[in-house]
């Protein structure tokens, strides 16, 4: 079973940094597209960034130059750093993957790639 498990959230000012990890297990963690998604209340889920296999990343417009994913393939842990946040950047943020799976071209930040998911983290940014 393909279970992905966020942590690191929590509150922080505007302006400032968190570190938010994923940690997937039940598969082959190596082969996988990962990704990051958020929820605002009374907002659709949008896609923030997404990583393959081999490292390459698409990132949202709105997170370009503050926000990084990373993956540790050994200790199957995907990362989000995210640094200079903003009020906006307030939402409830959810890491997905797909096994096995390569994602080229545009829309690589589309939900429909992704066929498992964790049960969120909260980030909450004050101004």
């Known amino acids: 079973q393909v279970q992905p498990v966020e942590s690191g959230g929590g509150s922080v000012q505007a302006g400032g940094s968190l570190r938010l990890s994923c940690v997937v297990s039940?598969?082959?963690?190596?082969?996988?597209?990962l990704g990051w998604f958020r929820q605002a209340p009374g907002k659709e889920r949008e896609g923030v960034a997404s990583?393959?296999?081999?490292?390459?990343?698409t990132y949202a417009d709105s997170v370009k130059g503050r926000f990084t994913i990373s993956r540790d393939n050994i200790g199957k842990i995907l990362y989000l750093q995210m640094s200079n946040l903003k009020p906006e950047d307030t939402a409830m943020y959810y890491c997905?993957?797909?096994?096995?799976?390569?994602?080229?071209?545009?829309?690589?930040?589309?939900?429909?790639?992704?066929?498992?998911w964790g049960q969120g983290t909260q980030v909450t940014v004050s101004s």
């Open positions: 997905a993957a797909r096994p096995d799976y390569y994602c080229s071209g545009t829309g690589c930040l589309s939900s429909l790639h992704f066929a498992y």
């Open positions: 039940g598969y082959t963690y190596s082969g996988a597209f």
């Open positions: 990583i393959n296999r081999d490292g390459s990343t």
